[in-house]
């Protein structure tokens, strides 16, 4: 398992690949990195070929000066899987991964099997959401300059449910799952964090995703993760979206919040690949 980089749109992208048969891309959130998929990325690549990646304006993917959307986020992907010669696959997105996974699926029907969205929206009624966001997500930029520990424990009060943070607490040595630490997450917290320019390109991003209207329109099978602490993305909101797309489903995991796919890795990943799994008739040419 190594970086590689793909030329898409002007840009460099980077991306990791692990495992073999249908290819399945993990699209990170806001201020992330792909290595925000640490829970998923090893059990995940078991059952599938897994491509995680840094959106621009992340981690070591290019960050370029321009105008960010979520049709540029969009076709970034697009031009990803062209790069790679996937001509279909499953998408899955987290948080602001998922609401471009939304208006990816949109736009590019014809190169998604199945969805997973984990955690996510379809949009706020005006730009006061996103900015209060983003706000907090530059706060805790120069909090992590200053101290990385307290920026990382601050922000479990929203990511986590508080049964979850007092086992972290606890022992922040301990492999959960064998998959991660708390010393892992802030130490990663800490390695290519989002610039300030990142973040304000993201949150203009952020802005444009308007699909509650749409959501009708996707028509490939989906699968919504919500969480019952969630106070980013409340369920409540996934709730409605299950009500409009028409061929979707919805899992709420009890306790957790923002977090779940980290603090509830196993739970989360079963339900994933339970929904994933493809018959072996179901085969997509993929470069190596």
């Given at each position: 398992m190594t970086e590689s980089f793909a030329t898409v749109n002007g840009i460099k992208i980077c991306y990791e690949t692990k495992g073999s048969g249908y290819p399945v891309l993990l699209v990170h959130g806001f201020g992330g990195k792909k290595?925000?998929?640490?829970?998923?990325?090893?059990?995940?690549?078991?059952?599938f070929k897994i491509i995680r990646f840094d959106n621009r304006g992340a981690g070591k993917s290019d960050r370029p000066k321009t105008i960010y959307t979520m049709e540029v986020f969009a076709a970034d992907i697009k031009g990803l899987m062209d790069y790679l010669k996937i001509k279909k696959a499953h998408i899955i997105g987290w948080s602001l991964g998922g609401m471009i996974v939304q208006n990816f699926v949109l736009k590019?029907?014809?190169?998604v099997n199945k969805v997973v969205l984990i955690?996510?929206?379809?949009?706020?009624?005006?730009?006061q959401g996103p900015i209060a966001y983003k706000q907090m997500r530059l706060d805790k930029l120069e909090q992590l300059k200053k101290d990385p520990v307290k920026a990382f424990w601050?922000?479990?009060?929203?990511?986590?449910?508080?049964?979850?943070?007092?086992?972290?607490?606890?022992?922040?040595?301990?492999?959960?799952?064998?998959l991660w630490s708390v010393e892992d997450l802030i130490r990663e917290e800490s390695i290519n964090p989002s610039s300030p320019e990142d973040?304000?390109?993201?949150?203009?991003?952020?802005?444009?995703?308007?699909?509650?209207?749409?959501?009708?329109?996707?028509?490939?099978?989906?699968?919504?993760?919500?969480?019952s602490h969630d106070r980013v993305c409340p369920k409540s909101v996934m709730a409605e979206m299950n009500e409009i797309i028409p061929n979707s489903t919805l899992e709420v995991i009890d306790k957790a919040g923002h977090s779940?796919?980290?603090?509830?890795?196993?739970?989360?990943?079963?339900?994933?690949?339970?929904?994933?799994?493809?018959?072996?008739?179901q085969v997509v040419e993929i470069s190596e």
């Amino acid at each position: 398992m190594t970086e590689s980089f793909a030329t898409v749109n002007g840009i460099k992208i980077c991306y990791e690949t692990k495992g073999s048969g249908y290819p399945v891309l993990l699209v990170h959130g806001f201020g992330g990195k792909k290595e925000d998929w640490i829970a998923q990325f090893g059990p995940l690549s078991e059952r599938f070929k897994i491509i995680r990646f840094d959106n621009r304006g992340a981690g070591k993917s290019d960050r370029p000066k321009t105008i960010y959307t979520m049709e540029v986020f969009a076709a970034d992907i697009k031009g990803l899987m062209d790069y790679l010669k996937i001509k279909k696959a499953h998408i899955i997105g987290w948080s602001l991964g998922g609401m471009i996974v939304q208006n990816f699926v949109l736009k590019y029907p014809n190169y998604v099997n199945k969805v997973v969205l984990i955690n996510t929206n379809y949009g706020t009624p005006d730009e006061q959401g996103p900015i209060a966001y983003k706000q907090m997500r530059l706060d805790k930029l120069e909090q992590l300059k200053k101290d990385p520990v307290k920026a990382f424990w601050d922000g479990t009060r929203v990511s986590y449910h508080r049964n979850f943070r007092k086992q972290m607490e606890m022992d922040p040595k301990k492999k959960f799952y064998d998959l991660w630490s708390v010393e892992d997450l802030i130490r990663e917290e800490s390695i290519n964090p989002s610039s300030p320019e990142d973040i304000e390109a993201q949150a203009n991003a952020l802005i444009t995703h308007r699909t509650y209207e749409r959501l009708g329109e996707i028509k490939s099978e989906t699968l919504l993760i919500a969480s019952s602490h969630d106070r980013v993305c409340p369920k409540s909101v996934m709730a409605e979206m299950n009500e409009i797309i028409p061929n979707s489903t919805l899992e709420v995991i009890d306790k957790a919040g923002h977090s779940s796919p980290r603090s509830r890795a196993p739970e989360v990943n079963n339900i994933i690949i339970n929904f994933l799994e493809v018959s072996q008739e179901q085969v997509v040419e993929i470069s190596e």
